[in-house]
């Protein structure tokens, strides 16, 4: 006869720390667990022996059990093969850490974004100079307006290019540049083409950017891009180098106003001093008001639950941890710099290109009569860095990716491929307004994007 669960004493058959999982703030959530006659306990895994085949669970009494994972059922055996101990203490302990601190914590740079009217606006330096950059998943490549290049020293060729997009085709010349700056990301001597951005806008219209910052330098700064939390973040340390492994720093660099540094990690704060351990186990305690503006605010932001990740949580990725925090994620492919991810336009499958540069989502209208949607007159005006084009108004009766429906929505549909030959590649645009409505995060070393319904 088998017995289902075998209650066992825990000797040293697993190397963990319970410290580590009976600390925390978090309520962690008890499982159902069915074994293999049926019957259901309630537990928390809280380690395992992939070697040993073997799994511990802790009650809601507290007492801890050993079970073979032969005794489980098969959905049970797979969430434990699954199951990692920084997932658990991640749940139990970090769980409240915002997206910006979790990507921090993983050596990310991040700063603020503007929205203007849904175009990601964030502020950096062409050739020295201060500009505006439209953050834009949907440009291919990075593009200049060519009087803000030429204002910013920029060397500017014959216009005898051409650039393709909404409202088709407009002349572009090839722009040498110095350098582009986004904070600490530096990007020196490109060729990049400039075009009239504002060509075919009504008279009077504001110029809201500089250059459009396109998909080639987010592919290689690994950009995370986050609706919710409006910040773009950036790895320039990780720029060049496909095969370069993203890693969690295991120590910070202080630095004091006198030149000292520390390699360590905080372990202890008041109001006026730091204790930081360094990497030879040392400890040192440290006035705060010593130490320079960056660690002072670094000091400021930790607590025990950035320390607790860091010390347990260093192995999670990206996709691990927006997935904890109930995300869900869409591996999207990628043709050339542009991302795309398959949907449901009215029930009928459709590609979507992700495009952050869209104000709003934009139908092509060849689809959106193919697929049922209710398209009206062609007496709208849309732009985009080919000039102005046709557009309708169009109601739509469904939208949806995974598990995020978007519902009854009047949109605007458009040839999305004037001037162009061959077959189209995708049937809509999806736009800034719905990756904001969505809270979308969109990660460029993952090659995913995650959304996450309210």
């Known amino acids: ?103 921090e914590l993983r050596g990310y740079e991040s700063f603020t974004f503007r929205l203007d009217n849904n175009s990601m606006i964030v502020e950096g330096k062409l050739n020295g100079h201060p500009a505006k950059f439209l953050i834009d998943t949907g440009a291919h490549a990075s593009v200049l307006h060519v009087q803000s290049a030429r204002n910013m020293d920029c060397t500017v060729g014959e216009m005898d290019q051409k650039i393709r997009g909404i409202g088709g085709e407009a002349p572009a010349a090839w722009t040498d540049v110095s350098e582009i700056r986004l904070g600490e990301s530096v990007i020196r001597n490109q060729r990049l083409l400039s075009a009239d951005l504002m060509k075919d806008r009504p008279e009077g219209s504001r110029q809201m950017e500089d250059a459009i910052f396109g998909a080639e330098f987010l592919t290689q700064l690994r950009a995370v891009i986050s609706y919710k939390e409006g910040r773009i973040f950036l ?80 192995g999670l990725t990206v996709e691990d941890l927006l997935e904890l925090r109930s995300y869900e994620s869409f591996e999207y492919e990628r043709r050339g710099n542009h991302i795309y991810v398959d949907g449901l336009l009215n029930e009928t499958d459709t590609t979507f ?82 990756m904001r409505e969505l809270n979308g995060v969109i990660t460029y070393r993952e090659s995913r994007i995650f959304l996450r319904q309210d």
């Open 235 to 314: 790895r320039p340390d990780l720029a060049g180098g496909d095969g370069e492994v993203e890693k969690v720093p295991e120590f910070r660099l202080f630095k004091t106003l006198n030149g000292k540094t520390y390699k360590g990690n905080v372990s202890e704060k008041s109001r006026s001093a730091v204790k930081i351990v360094t990497e030879d186990g040392n400890e040192s305690q440290i006035s705060i008001s010593s130490l320079s503006e960056a660690d002072q605010e670094y000091i400021d932001d930790w607590s025990p639950q950035r320390a607790t990740f860091l010390k347990y949580c260093r």
């Open 353 to 434: 290109m992700i495009d952050t540069g869209a104000q709003t989502t934009v139908l092509h209208i060849n689809t959106a009569r193919e697929t049922g949607c209710e398209v009206g007159p062609l007496d709208q005006v849309i732009y985009g860095v080919g000039g102005e084009a046709p557009a309708a108004i169009t109601k739509v009766k469904l939208i949806k990716l995974g598990t995020a429906d978007i519902t009854n929505r009047s949109l605007i549909s458009a040839d999305l491929f004037k001037d162009q030959s061959g077959k189209p590649g995708f049937g809509a645009i999806f736009g800034a307004d719905f």
């Open 1 to 103: 006869m088998k017995i289902p669960f075998t209650f066992l004493a825990i000797t040293a058959l697993f190397a963990f720390s319970p410290s580590a999982l009976s600390q925390g703030k978090g309520d962690p959530e008890f499982r159902d667990f069915v074994g293999s006659n049926g019957k259901t306990i309630q537990a928390i895994l809280v380690d395992k022996s992939d070697e040993k085949a073997k799994a511990i669970l802790k009650m809601k009494n507290g007492q801890r059990v050993v079970i073979d994972y032969d005794k489980l059922s098969a959905g049970d055996q797979d969430f434990v093969k699954k199951w990692s101990k920084e997932r658990a203490v991640f749940l139990e302990q970090c769980v409240g850490l915002t997206v910006r601190e979790l990507l």
